[in-house]
């Protein structure tokens, strides 16, 4: 089946670690976008890449890292430099600009 | 102003009931148009999606753009329970795409 996962679907994390979020498409899009999900915030864009390896940081970017070293995989790195992690991380894809944009489920990051 | 508005307060509607959703923009480069239906801890999914002015129907469900008043809509004819969920609507121009904050729907039987 074609789509996007996303794994692992839970992850905690302690204070001052890095961890890296998985995100990989099967759909052959050139666009892939990471999101954060806070409750009455709406999406926020942290990055978004429209080709393999070249990327650009959206509205919310600190704190995070990617990479876009394969066209299906778009990892995401939350740093410790990252003041409030905790939060519902989602991953899509799209075709390209101007194009409608598919989800995986997300990761729900807690940091303990 | 926000590039993109959605009134993020809860809707409770009557099962059967026509449900209507709204989005309003400032960006007048965005061309793309699409809603999206969230369930609880859910990703996204996407519903419906245009690119022109006038309507779109599939289903139960209808999507209306107005590019001249920067405003679109969504209706959901017939509601059931299974529409309770969370709506968001989203717009898209050359890199850019971009988020309405989400309707919370509750479809009662």
């Known amino acids: 089946d074609g789509g996007i996962t996303q794994s692992p679907k839970y992850l905690f994390r302690k204070e001052g670690q890095n961890v890296t979020l998985s995100c990989e498409q099967n759909?052959?899009?050139?666009?892939m976008y990471w999101y954060r999900q806070d409750p009455g915030q709406g999406l926020r864009l942290i990055y978004y890449?429209?080709?393999?390896?070249?990327?650009q940081k959206g509205d919310i970017a600190e704190g995070y890292s990617v990479s876009r070293e394969k066209k299906e995989s778009f990892p995401l790195t939350v740093t410790s430099a990252q003041k409030n992690p905790t939060a519902f991380y989602l991953c899509?894809?799209?075709?390209?600009?101007?194009?409608?944009?598919?989800f995986g489920q997300g990761t729900r990051l807690t940091v303990v | 102003q926000k590039e993109v508005e959605q009134d993020p307060g809860p809707l409770s509607v009557p099962e059967g009931a026509i449900v209507s959703l709204n989005c309003t923009y400032s960006?007048?480069?965005?061309?793309?148009f699409m809603w999206y239906r969230q369930y609880s801890r859910k990703g996204p999914e996407l519903l419906m999606y245009?690119?022109?002015?006038g309507n779109k129907e599939d289903g139960r469900f209808t999507a209306q753009v107005d590019k001249s008043s920067k405003y679109i809509s969504l209706f959901i004819r017939d509601s059931q329970p299974s529409d309770s969920a969370t709506y968001l609507c989203?717009?898209?121009?050359?890199?850019?795409?971009?988020f309405g904050k989400g309707n919370q729907v509750v479809v009662i039987p």
């Open positions: 899509a894809s799209s075709r390209g600009a101007n194009t409608e944009a598919f």
């Open positions: 759909l052959n899009h050139d666009a």
């Open positions: 890449s429209q080709i393999v390896n070249d990327f």
């Open positions: 960006n007048s480069a965005f061309q793309y």
């Open positions: 245009t690119y022109s002015s």
């Open positions: 989203a717009m898209s121009a050359i890199n850019r795409l971009a």
